[in-house]
């Protein structure tokens, strides 16, 4: 198996048995790996790159993956229903590009400037993940994208996310109960029967997103809500006004 360094390249190897723990492995760069059953506790793999890489039942607790990249990875079981675990972690930057997060749990870590573009969170858990970076004693801001993805039967419930990027993901039945998503770029989003009651979505653009069932009446905040013409009818058919044509 080959030595597992800071800054070091490795391709086609199964790392399965390397003791990741409290290691500094920043730079590190990874093509094709295997990674299996692995407690990465303590790792340090900021801005490591990791392209067609499999993570099979592993968790990160304690690591920092700021600006880390990952590209083509998959992070579930063989099955599809194990997702990776990152706890207490820093992925603050760090970008993932068509890997498949599958029924990962995202627990009080840092995602500030998160960048997913077409990745599978189907079933994804983020709980009381931390979007928001502090620049100064009064002035907190968030960031995070999420393009293109497929965020079905994901939870993020009372998530904070206004004004980050969601456009053109799948958020079917997701779980969006209390969450901030004012000012949030919504559009193209699948919402059909998402659990909305109590999210904050005023001045988030929801324009050419499936809004089918959304109760407005039931939305934390949604003035400066941006729809289409379209969308209209459905809005107004589910907060129980009967809709007629002139």
Request: glycine share 10%.
């Amino acid at each position: 198996m080959a030595d597992l360094a800071n800054g070091a390249t490795i391709e086609g190897e199964d790392l399965s048995a390397a003791d990741f723990t409290d290691r500094d492995l920043a730079d590190l760069q990874l093509a094709g790996c295997t990674i299996r059953d692995a407690q990465l506790q303590g790792v340090i793999l900021q801005g490591a790159r990791l392209k067609g890489c499999r993570l099979v039942r592993c968790r990160f607790a304690h690591a920092d993956l700021r600006d880390a990249v990952f590209e083509d990875c998959a992070f579930a079981d063989d099955e599809g229903h194990v997702g990776v675990q990152f706890a207490f972690s820093r992925l603050e930057e760090a970008r993932f590009a068509r890997c498949d997060l599958s029924f990962a749990k995202v627990e009080r870590s840092g995602l500030y400037g998160v960048e997913m573009e077409a990745c599978n969170l189907r079933g994804a858990v983020f709980l009381k993940a931390d979007f928001a970076r502090a620049f100064g004693r009064s002035v907190v801001r968030w960031a995070a994208a999420f393009r293109d993805c497929n965020l079905e039967l994901a939870d993020l419930a009372e998530a904070r996310l206004p004004g980050c990027e969601l456009a053109g993901s799948n958020l079917r039945e997701a779980v969006l109960i209390d969450a901030d998503l004012e000012g949030a770029d919504l559009r193209g989003c699948d919402l059909f029967q998402a659990l909305t009651a109590g999210a904050k979505l005023a001045g988030a653009d929801l324009r050419g997103a499936e809004v089918s069932g959304l109760d407005l009446l039931a939305l934390g905040s949604l003035a400066g809500l941006k729809i289409a013409a379209d969308q209209q009818h459905r809005l107004l058919t589910a907060v129980g006004l009967d809709v007629h044509p002139e």
